[in-house]
């Protein structure tokens, strides 16, 4: 019997490594919220600063020719996003599809 190759990546492991680095981004952005929420002092709160933090999305995408990524139609929609805007956009690898 050959020694199976416990370095290689399993199907159900590469979804529960998905799964869990969106989980990791999401409670990063939560982390940074709360950061910016303690370091206002109660009544003094940047409502600039707020406004903003309700005007993100966290979704994932895959990278099309060029360097392109497309923003998803819901996320569009709800942050009023059309052709022509500026928007900043924060990039976290979550899976590579090529070979090494």
């Given at each position: 019997?050959?020694?199976?190759?416990?370095?290689?990546?399993?199907?159900?492991?590469?979804?529960?490594?998905?799964?869990?680095?969106?989980?990791?981004?999401?409670?990063?952005?939560?982390?940074?919220?709360?950061?910016?929420?303690?370091?206002?002092?109660?009544?003094?709160?940047?409502?600039?600063?707020?406004?903003?933090?309700?005007?993100?999305?966290?979704f994932k995408t895959r990278v099309?020719?060029?360097?392109?990524?497309?923003?998803?139609?819901?996320?569009?929609?709800?942050?009023?996003?059309?052709?022509?805007?500026?928007?900043?956009?924060?990039?976290?690898?979550?899976?590579?599809?090529?070979?090494?």
């Amino acid at each position: 019997m050959a020694d199976e190759d416990d370095s290689a990546i399993r199907p159900p492991d590469v979804f529960k490594l998905f799964a869990e680095t969106g989980e990791q981004a999401v409670e990063t952005q939560q982390e940074l919220f709360k950061q910016m929420l303690g370091a206002a002092s109660p009544g003094n709160i940047d409502m600039n600063q707020l406004g903003a933090m309700s005007q993100t999305a966290t979704f994932k995408t895959r990278v099309q020719s060029g360097g392109r990524i497309s923003i998803p139609d819901a996320e569009r929609e709800t942050l009023d996003i059309e052709e022509g805007d500026i928007v900043q956009a924060v990039v976290l690898p979550v899976k590579r599809n090529r070979e090494e």
